[in-house]
C-alpha cells in the first residue's frame, strides 16, 4: 500500500539572476511500513524535501500526496492539524519544549490537538525508550541520548502515517547514535511505522530498505538493498 506520493517535486529560492533550484522535479514513492534512507552532500536538497515532506516548508511546484491526501491543496489551518496528526518529526537538535517535562513533550502533539492520552501505549512507548525514570525531568536535565528519545516519543505518539528524521544520530556520540538507530528500527519493526531519514551515515543508510540518493536538487539513485 502506498503511504506517499511525490510527483514532479521543485522548490526554487529566490529570483531572475540570484534564484537557486534546490529540488529539480522529484518524482518517487513510498509504500506503508518501508525504512527509507536519503542520502547526500551538503547543499543537494534533501533536507529541503524532508522539510516539504513534513509540511514545513512549501514546494514552488509538484504535489505530495500522504496517504491519499494532497498535502498543499489544503488551506493552512488544515495543513497544520494535517501536520499534526499524520507526521511525526524528529529533529537533530531535539526540538523539545524547555519548560516542559518529559512527558508533557511527549504528549504535546495530542494535547494541542484535544486528544486523550493512551496510558497503555504511553507506558509501553516510555520503557521501549528507557524513559520511565525521567518523566518528572526538564530537557535541560538530559543527556542528548535522552533529549532524542523523548524527541522520538513524540513524533511517535499521535501515530502518524510516517516519521521523518532529520539527522537524528548527527547531534550524538556513537553509543547513543546505535542506540537511537535500534530504537527506530524497534519502533519500524514493530509498529509497522513508515520511517524516512535524512542522513550523512552510510551505516544508518545501509539498514533501510531503500536509499534515495539526491545531488543538485535531483534523484541520483533509488535503489532498494533489502525487502
Do not use: C, W
Amino acid at each position: 500500500m502506498q503511504i506517499l506520493k511525490v510527483e514532479n517535486l521543485s522548490k526554487i529560492y529566490g529570483s531572475g539572476d540570484t534564484a537557486v533550484k534546490a529540488l529539480d522535479n522529484i518524482s518517487f514513492s513510498v509504500d506503508k511500513g518501508e525504512f527509507i534512507a536519503i542520502i547526500g552532500p551538503s547543499g543537494s536538497g534533501k533536507s529541503t524535501l524532508l522539510h516539504i515532506l513534513g509540511g514545513v516548508d512549501i514546494p514552488t511546484s509538484g504535489k505530495v500526496i500522504v496517504d491519499n491526501t494532497d498535502v498543499y491543496a489544503m488551506d493552512e489551518t488544515a495543513l497544520a492539524i494535517f501536520r499534526r496528526r499524520q507526521i511525526g518529526l524528529i529533529y537533530q537538535f531535539y526540538n523539545l519544549i524547555p519548560v516542559l517535562n518529559v512527558t508533557e513533550n511527549i504528549t504535546l502533539p495530542l494535547l494541542l490537538d484535544g486528544r486523550q492520552v493512551d496510558k497503555d501505549n504511553f507506558n509501553h512507548m516510555i520503557e521501549v525508550l528507557g524513559l520511565s525514570d525521567r518523566l518528572s525531568h526538564l530537557p535541560n536535565q538530559l543527556s542528548g541520548g535522552q533529549q532524542q528519545r523523548v524527541s522520538i516519543g513524540r513524533a511517535l505518539i499521535g501515530s502518524p502515517a510516517i516519521i521523518l528524521a532529520d539527522e537524528p544520530t548527527g547531534n550524538l556520540d556513537t553509543k547513543n547514535s546505535a542506540e537511537i538507530l535500534q530504537l527506530l528500527k524497534y519502533f519500524h519493526t514493530n509498529f509497522h511505522q513508515t520511517l524516512i531519514v535524512i542522513t550523512h551515515d552510510e551505516s544508518i543508510a545501509l539498514q533501510a530498505d531503500r536509499i534515495i540518493s539526491i545531488e543538485d536538487g535531483r534523484i541520483t539513485r533509488n535503489e532498494v538493498i533489502r525487502r
